[in-house]
């Protein structure tokens, strides 16, 4: 489906909501979920889910004159680093469709004096891309956001030149647990009948990543799960992480009073069990494209 046909059926959804679909992507809007969180997303990244941009940049072997493409760059976790050990010889396109969450990236970028960066406003699915001119493609949890991942893959694939990585990142069994879990708790004890919206679900099993690949023509990748865990912030921020991790959508489409409601009811819980922790599981799928000698 087309981005103008979902947005057209989201919005049929929310006037019946006793419609079940099984694919979140159909009520999740990434981009104005996205749009509208920039900071907290920014500081969500910071305080917790970096460790996936660190590890996609050490998987790909990111070094001196690369040329790397950054797919869904956010507010530039992977970008920054990134553009860091490529140096002055090499060069970082960084690529996402919400301008809150680029104008963030870009200034991080300017105090850094980074200056190989070509920063795109472009919804990834649309990109035209050279091919095989990138040693490095990096999509760090922004997979499970596209319509079609397989045909997303594929382009991804195609710009990338003999002997580069490809590198997704996409969430595991394990998401900002147990604060998650919680949220929902409290959300579903006032609204029995809100769904949770989990795009990412649709990309966080080996199986299904597999599946992805094998689809856009590519049969030897590794994938394997990592898991990190940070303190919890304080009380003040905690929801910061839950909304920039895009998981209060459906929340914060109800009245301030039961948003207001929830936090609270979600911070007692926390003490309640005495939780002093996040964590996260990540899936990382890398696939290196060989080369006419090793054909």
């Not at 104005?32 to 050490?58: N, P, Q």
């Not at 472009?122 to 079609?148: K, Q, R, S, Y």
């Not at 003999?162 to 969430?171: E, I, N, R």
Request: proline fraction near 5%; hydrophobic fraction near 45%.
């Amino acid at each position: 489906h087309s981005q103008v046909d979902r947005s057209v059926m989201r919005e049929w959804l929310d006037m019946h909501p006793e419609v079940i679909v099984t694919d979140s992507l159909f009520r999740f809007d990434p981009e104005s979920a996205y749009c509208a969180t920039a900071l907290d997303y920014d500081y969500a990244c910071r305080v917790h889910l970096c460790a996936a941009a660190a590890r996609a940049i050490e998987l790909a072997g990111i070094g001196r004159g690369m040329r790397v493409l950054d797919a869904a760059c956010g507010t530039g976790a992977a970008t920054i680093p990134a553009a860091a050990r490529v140096g002055a010889g090499g060069r970082v396109v960084a690529v996402d469709f919400s301008p809150e969450m680029l104008a963030l990236a870009t200034e991080k970028a300017s105090r850094r004096s980074l200056l190989n960066i070509d920063w795109r406003l472009e919804d990834m699915t649309t990109l035209d891309l050279p091919d095989e001119h990138f040693d490095a493609v990096l999509c760090v949890l922004g997979i499970f956001n596209v319509p079609d991942m397989a045909r997303q893959v594929k382009l991804f694939w195609r710009a990338l030149r003999p002997g580069g990585c490809l590198v997704l990142v996409s969430f595991g069994a394990e998401l900002l647990a147990p604060l998650y879990d919680l949220v929902l708790g409290a959300a579903r004890a006032t609204q029995r009948e809100l769904g949770a919206l989990q795009p990412w679900l649709r990309a966080h099993t080996p199986d299904q990543l597999r599946a992805v690949l094998g689809a856009a023509g590519i049969h030897d990748a590794s994938i394997t799960v990592e898991t990190t865990t940070s303190p919890l912030p304080n009380p003040a921020d905690r929801w910061r992480i839950v909304r920039g991790a895009g998981l209060s959508q459906p929340i914060e489409r109800l009245p301030p009073d039961e948003v207001a409601h929830i936090r609270d009811a979600t911070n007692r819980a926390i003490l309640d069990r005495d939780v002093d922790s996040l964590t996260t599981s990540f899936l990382f799928t890398l696939a290196r494209k060989v080369t006419a000698v090793e054909r």
